[in-house]
């Protein structure tokens, strides 16, 4: 299958300080990625969807301003976590798909940020 | 809006014992249905899918068959191994659009 390359796999920030995750399709073009937040022992929850040039649409009760997302080519989006708190601390995974509906979303390896 | 629903682990097996991880959706529409695998530390991998009713999704001995009668999408492997352990997630899709996850289940195997 598609290759979807995260980075970094783990991360660790103080307080207050903003970070950024990568997200990059290496062997297609992603015309839509997405971002989920994963807590411990729970399921994935879904924070945004981005198509390639456009805003990012967020899921309810997910913060813009806080989750910044930018899908600024056909291969690459990244999500920037400002502004970090501890309640932030998470594993956060971005899937990205080719063309439109019916097409298989492949995963990144994901991100586990700890803010301390 | 949709839900998927699985059932709770952790699921403890011992090597070569037959596993099934139940899966109920519930969905307006024709959902595509999908079972995905975590590895500890890793991100999900698609195990398998199936996109109408009476479809059956398999790899690596794993199946599961689209039941829309029951709504259900039943993971089941005939001999799990010790490598098979990870979290299980059973996901729907809607014309291709964002997954819906269930909450996981953990599947243990022993030696």
């Known amino acids: 299958g598609a290759v979807v390359s995260q980075h970094p796999s783990w991360v660790i920030c103080k307080s207050g300080t903003s970070v950024k995750i990568e997200c990059r399709s290496l062997d297609f073009q992603a015309t839509t990625m997405f971002w989920y937040r994963q807590f411990p022992k729970q399921s994935l929850m879904l924070m945004a969807t981005s198509n390639e040039g456009s805003k990012a649409t967020y899921e309810q009760g997910v913060e813009k301003d806080k989750f910044l997302i930018n899908h600024a080519s056909l291969t690459l989006s990244t999500l920037t976590v400002t502004s970090a708190h501890p309640e932030d601390s998470s594993f956060y995974i971005c899937?990205?798909?080719?063309?439109?509906?019916?097409?298989?979303?492949?995963f990144g390896q994901g991100t586990r940020l700890t803010v301390v | 809006g949709d839900s998927v629903t699985q059932m709770e682990g952790p699921v403890t097996l011992s090597e070569e014992a037959f596993l099934t991880i139940n899966c109920t959706y519930t969905a307006t529409g024709y959902p595509s249905l999908f079972w995905y695998v975590q590895y500890p530390g890793e991100g999900l991998q698609l195990l398998l899918k199936?996109?109408?009713?009476?479809d059956k999704g398999s790899n690596k001995g794993f199946e599961a068959t689209y039941r829309k009668e029951t709504t259900s999408f039943h993971l089941e492997k005939g001999s799990v191994q010790v490598s098979d352990s990870a979290v299980y997630f059973c996901a729907l899709s809607q014309y291709g659009n964002k997954l819906v996850f269930g909450a996981g289940t953990i599947l243990r195997v022993k030696s």
């Open positions: 199936a996109t109408k009713a009476d």
């Open positions: 899937s990205a798909r080719a063309g439109t509906g019916g097409t298989e979303a492949f």
